[in-house]
């Protein structure tokens, strides 16, 4: 394992100091807890949205924090999700007096952590909504789901939506209907390695590629031999459609997320056939995204992600954002 | 016999003990069939959970588990952090009162601590999870008319065992689908050590 670290158990704490200081202006890190929040935080009689999860999955979450995103992101040890009590700093530090969104993963680790957390701020009266994203294919079972770089275009659209000052329960229904709109589906061609186990999270051969991958290194649903970026797009963007059954005139925002270690090269030309296909499908590209948006470590590999789009979900993905992740 | 609170330290201490010493091999089964962090998360966990209580007079097995337990919810994360700390938590909650707990009520607050699991997790039996040691083990321990570090162990070892053949249907292993069977189940190998560390303690009390 070759790693630019300091010691292992330390790579979350120094990596939020580390993203402080490059956004002074714009992030603060509570103190004694590894909770970034925006730094006008709270704002008042505004939604407030916080997201996290595990770490590795830069520049998820802590990169999608600013005006129009996220008011706090929460950051659990490398792939592990936070204690109940630090998302309930988040929520305590964003509540501008008009409740809070908890955007969750689809993991039984983060739905446990951050319901406790709901519970806690419930109990001090604090107005608390959750939305669970679960936009991955490769799972076969729609409730067993697990939330992948579809929960970006959440972060994008309740932040949005949250702006307008919009109450709680209007912000949590865009979020839901972003979720009930958008599918993700992800090829790895090498694991990542924990800074903490130092170890590759599974064997892949030269040759092979893992087919419906997570972002935690988990293996994925079927292990394939290695095809070119044309068939790995096709793959993906099949599986993302057919379970999204769009129509002709329907309108997708894209995202074609790099893992970690693909090149941006590499990105664009699954990015190219992805476009092809959906031409060909007379389905419109509104807005297309390619780039490291939720990551897994160091892994080798992509994922597609369509979001069908109506007029509500087009005007509040333009709107604007300054997180330093995701500016629009 | 009752249990004691210096038998909830001990079973704590040596709870830590051997979960530090299979770290790598819980990571390993994490590693199989899920995101390999588990023997990180418990490890940390347990590591903090002995430097809260050391040092500290308890006058309660009760007040001995609500530190365990709330340790463990700030400290593991993942999802063996709200389960065990929840586990504990209900324990915490079934023996208060007493300084030391009789068979009964000790029974009586792990039946709690497995339900609260159950709840907690949404899961049940046969779901490939911790679940899968806990209520066994609880069922047989229930049977018992008084702590019995024989039947604790191989209750345990025998649910543990098990989880091997059960295809997941809870928990990252459940992503897997049939590829999870044939791997024991990381957080039922954790709780089996955690009742191996009640089976030594209460050895040779009897
Ligand atoms: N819903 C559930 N109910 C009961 N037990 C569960 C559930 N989900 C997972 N588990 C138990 O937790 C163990 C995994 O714990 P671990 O600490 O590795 O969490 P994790 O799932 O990796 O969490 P995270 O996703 O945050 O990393 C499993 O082996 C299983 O025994
Ligand atoms: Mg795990």
Redesign the interface.
């Given at each position: 394992m070759k790693k630019i670290i300091n010691d292992p158990n330390q790579v979350v704490t120094e990596m939020l100091d580390g993203v402080v200081g490059a956004y002074p202006g714009q992030i603060k890190r509570i103190p004694d807890t590894n909770v970034v929040t925006k730094k006008d935080a709270p704002v008042q009689s505004k939604v407030g949205i916080v997201s996290g999860g595990g770490s590795g999955h830069e520049p998820a979450h802590a990169g999608y924090i600013g005006k129009g995103m996220l008011d706090a992101a929460v950051a659990g040890e490398v792939f592990t999700s936070p204690t109940p009590d630090q998302v309930f700093e988040a929520i305590k530090a964003v509540d501008g007096g008009s409740g809070v969104l908890l955007v969750i993963k689809n993991y039984s680790g983060d739905v446990m952590n951050f319901e406790m957390a709901a519970e806690m701020a419930e109990a001090e009266g604090v107005d608390v909504a959750q939305v669970i994203v679960k936009d991955d294919v490769a799972i076969e079972d729609r409730d067993g789901r697990r939330g992948v770089a579809g929960t970006i275009f959440v972060h994008k659209i309740a932040g949005a939506m949250a702006e307008t000052g919009a109450s709680l329960e209007e912000v949590k229904a865009v979020a839901e209907k972003v979720i009930a709109n958008v599918r993700s589906m992800g090829v790895a061609l090498s694991p990542c390695v924990m800074p903490a186990s130092g170890k590759p999270s599974f064997e892949l051969g030269e040759d092979e590629m893992e087919v419906g991958i997570g972002i935690h290194g988990e293996p994925g649903t079927e292990r394939k031999p290695l095809a070119s970026a044309n068939e790995i797009a096709t793959e993906l963007t099949k599986h993302v459609l057919e379970d999204l059954e769009l129509s002709g005139s329907d309108e997708v925002a894209v995202m074609v997320n790099g893992l970690g270690a693909s090149p941006e090269m590499e990105l664009h030309l699954v990015n190219r056939k992805v476009q092809g296909i959906l031409q060909e499908k007379g389905v419109k590209a509104y807005k297309t995204f390619v780039g490291e948006y939720m990551t897994s470590l160091e892994m080798a590999g992509c994922s597609v992600t369509l979001l069908k789009l109506d007029g509500q979900l087009k005007e509040l993905l333009d709107s604007p954002s300054d997180a330093p992740a995701f500016r629009s | 016999m009752a249990f004691t609170v210096e038998q909830a330290l001990n079973w704590l201490t040596k709870s830590n003990e051997k979960i530090q010493e299979n770290k790598?091999y819980l990571?390993e089964l994490d590693?199989a069939i899920?995101?390999?962090?588990h023997g990180?998360?418990m490890a940390?966990g347990f590591d903090e959970v002995v430097k809260k209580l050391d040092g500290n007079d308890y006058k309660q097995v009760a007040d001995v588990w609500k530190d365990a337990a709330m340790t463990l919810?700030?400290?593991?994360?993942?999802?063996?952090?709200?389960?065990f700390g929840t586990a504990f938590l209900k324990m915490s909650m079934a023996a208060k009162g007493g300084e030391a707990v009789s068979y009964d009520a000790f029974i009586k607050a792990l039946e709690d601590g497995g339900a609260g699991i159950k709840q907690?997790?949404k899961a049940t039996e046969g779901e490939k999870t911790m679940v899968d040691v806990w209520s066994p083990v609880v069922k047989q321990l229930k049977e018992a008319k008084d702590f019995d570090a024989g039947l604790i162990r191989d209750s345990s070892k025998s649910a543990m065992e098990a989880t091997k053949d059960i295809i997941a249907t809870?928990?990252?292993a459940?992503?897997?689908?049939e590829?999870s069977k044939g791997h024991l189940d990381p957080g039922s190998v954790s709780s089996y050590y955690i009742f191996q560390a009640l089976s030594d303690c209460i050895e040779g009390e009897v």
């Open positions: - | 790598d990571s590693q899920g995101d390999g962090d990180i998360n940390r919810m700030s400290k593991v994360g993942g999802a063996s952090g709200p389960l907690r997790g809870k928990g990252r459940a992503y897997l689908k590829r």
